[in-house]
T-cell receptor, first 112, second 112 residues
Framework: GDSVTQMEGPVTLSEEAFLTINCTYT??????LFWYVQYPGEGLQLLLKATKADDKGSNKGFEATYRKETTSFHLEKGSVQVSDSAVYFCALSTIEGNQFYFGTGTSLTVIP | SAVISQKPSRDICQRGTSLTIQCQVD?????MFWYRQQPGQSLTLIAT?????????ESGFVIDKFPISRPNLTFSTLTVSNMSPEDSSIYLC?????????FGPGTRLTVT
């Protein structure tokens, strides 16, 4: 069945460091891919998305590219800030859009 | 996009009691979803609620424990019945729109 495998955390980085959180997926067909972010004490917010192969989603300095050949959607940011400290979830949705599969989440802490 | 509100935002309840969580959306949507997020874990889908029909429950969740109402296209409730400390979680409401899911802020439940 469809699934998402996400890099385990927690991840601790110094401010201005480069961030990569790995995400790979298994799916039949052509899913849409997402990164959600959950700040402490809050619900999930959509960070970025990509709906087809080679699409790049970007938002708030974060980027992820939909790689069909490697079934990956790794999240990257060139220079993290303390305010980026949160839990990040990779997710996919089926073509129908009503079945969502979430990764286990990766906790990121950025220290000054 | 959709804006979702939930009530209450948090509650502390005694074991054996029940709590009803409300979810309000600012637009009409066909499908609404209820998730549980246990401490430090990813999201687990409890059920899918369509207006005008019975909710569809995922494996491990039953209607007697988590009854759901969906009286119209903008509102749903989830009741956590006969609570035990194992029910302490964040409960999240979400809606699907154009292959994305939008989440409410969550209800943080602690059962003592």
């Amino acid at each position: 069945g469809d699934s998402v495998t996400q890099m385990e955390g927690p991840v601790t980085l110094s401010e201005e460091a480069f961030l990569t959180i790995n995400c790979t997926y298994t799916a039949t067909g052509y899913p849409s891919l997402f990164w959600y972010v959950q700040y402490p004490g809050e619900g999930l917010q959509l960070l970025l998305k990509a709906t087809k192969a080679d699409d790049k989603g970007s938002n708030k300095g974060f980027e992820a590219t939909y790689r069909k050949e490697t079934t990956s959607f790794h999240l990257e940011k060139g220079s993290v800030q303390v305010s980026d400290s949160a839990v990040y979830f990779c997710a996919l949705s089926t073509i129908e859009g009503n079945q969502f599969y979430f990764g286990t989440g990766t906790s990121l802490t950025v220290i000054p | 996009s959709a804006v979702i509100s939930q009530k209450p935002s948090r509650d502390i309840c005694q074991r054996g009691t029940s709590l009803t969580i409300q979810c309000q959306v600012d637009s009409q949507v066909t499908m609404m979803f209820w998730y549980r997020q246990q401490p430090g874990q990813s999201l687990t889908l409890i059920a899918t609620a369509n207006q005008g029909s019975e909710a569809t429950y995922e494996s491990g969740f039953v209607i007697d424990k988590f009854p759901i109402s969906r009286p119209n296209l903008t509102f749903s409730t989830l009741t956590v019945s006969n609570m035990s400390p194992e029910d302490s979680s964040i409960y999240l409401c979400s809606v699907a729109s154009a292959y994305e899911q939008y989440f409410g802020p969550g209800t943080r439940l602690t059962v003592t």
